[in-house]
């Protein structure tokens, strides 16, 4: 399985927060690579605080998961 391309940060609007998504399993390569990570406890992938979230923007966010603020 090829791996999925590196994109590295661009300047664009940055999470102040972890910012959850909903990223579908055939897709979770793409999320990886970008720089998103994956909550075990939650079961649902987010963008890690400082980095930017205009990469991110093809996968929905999680409304109920990103009300909680979390660092």
């Known amino acids: ?3 999925a391309p590196y994109y590295p ?3 664009g609007t940055v999470a102040p927060v972890r ?3 909903s990223c579908p399993f055939a897709e979770k390569d793409n999320c990886k690579a970008l720089g998103g990570r994956f909550d075990f406890d939650r079961k649902a992938w987010y963008v890690p605080a400082g980095i930017n979230i ?3 923007a093809r996968w929905p966010k999680i409304a109920h ?3 909680l603020n979390l660092p």
Do not use: G, H, R, S
């Open 19 to 21: 910012t959850y998504l």
């Open 65 to 67: 998961l990103n009300a």
């Open 9 to 11: 940060p661009a300047a």
């Open 54 to 56: 205009d990469l991110f």
């Open 1 to 3: 399985m090829p791996t």
